[in-house]
């Protein structure tokens, strides 16, 4: 790796944990909307993920596929934040704002932890597993 390389990996570990972000936040608004925690939809994170981050790089191989399986479970983390700041700002009718303020990032981690179950982190490690297997494998030649 060259030192003039570095400022590119450092900009596309940006922008994947960005977009696994974007991605965590529209998970939990799915999950809001099927009324239930739906930790199965990590399988659909990873490949739209994977999608994503296989349109913008421009070689497919390792380093792309473990950009993959870092936005997703970063968007499985982040769903599972919200999740416990929803849940705490139900319980104590605040808002949703309000309620990751008064907690902090501390005690939405703890929560987010103990709302956890293996069989979730199954899903989370199957749609990582996806993303990084759809993002490392060459992409079939066109005709």
Same mark, same amino acid.
């Given at each position: 790796?060259?030192?003039?390389?570095?400022?590119?990996?450092?900009?596309?570990?940006?922008?994947?944990?960005?977009?696994?972000?974007?991605?965590?936040?529209?998970?939990?608004?799915?999950?809001?909307?099927?009324?239930?925690?739906?930790?199965?939809?990590?399988?659909?994170?990873?490949?739209?993920?994977?999608?994503?981050? =296989?349109?913008?790089?421009?070689?497919?191989? +390792?380093?792309? /596929?473990? &950009? *993959? @399986?870092?936005? !997703?479970?970063?968007? #499985?983390?982040?769903?599972?934040?919200?999740?416990?700041?929803?849940?705490?700002?139900?319980?104590?009718?605040?808002?949703?704002?309000?309620?990751?303020?008064?907690?902090?990032?501390?005690?939405?981690?703890?929560?987010?932890?103990?709302?956890? =179950?293996?069989?979730?982190?199954?899903?989370? +490690?199957?749609? /990582?597993? &996806? *993303? @990084?297997?759809? !993002?490392?494998?060459? #992409?079939?030649?066109?005709?």
């Amino acid at each position: 790796m060259k030192p003039r390389d570095v400022p590119l990996y450092l900009f596309a570990l940006f922008c994947a944990a960005m977009m696994g972000l974007a991605v965590g936040a529209t998970w939990m608004v799915a999950a809001m909307y099927l009324r239930q925690p739906a930790p199965w939809l990590a399988l659909a994170a990873g490949m739209v993920l994977a999608w994503a981050i =296989r349109h913008w790089i421009r070689r497919p191989g +390792a380093g792309a /596929a473990v &950009l *993959a @399986a870092f936005a !997703t479970l970063l968007a #499985a983390l982040y769903f599972n934040v919200l999740m416990a700041a929803i849940q705490l700002a139900g319980n104590f009718g605040m808002s949703l704002v309000d309620a990751i303020r008064t907690a902090g990032m501390g005690m939405l981690l703890a929560l987010a932890r103990l709302g956890l =179950r293996p069989a979730d982190l199954a899903w989370y +490690a199957a749609g /990582a597993l &996806l *993303a @990084a297997w759809l !993002t490392w494998r060459q #992409a079939a030649p066109r005709r």
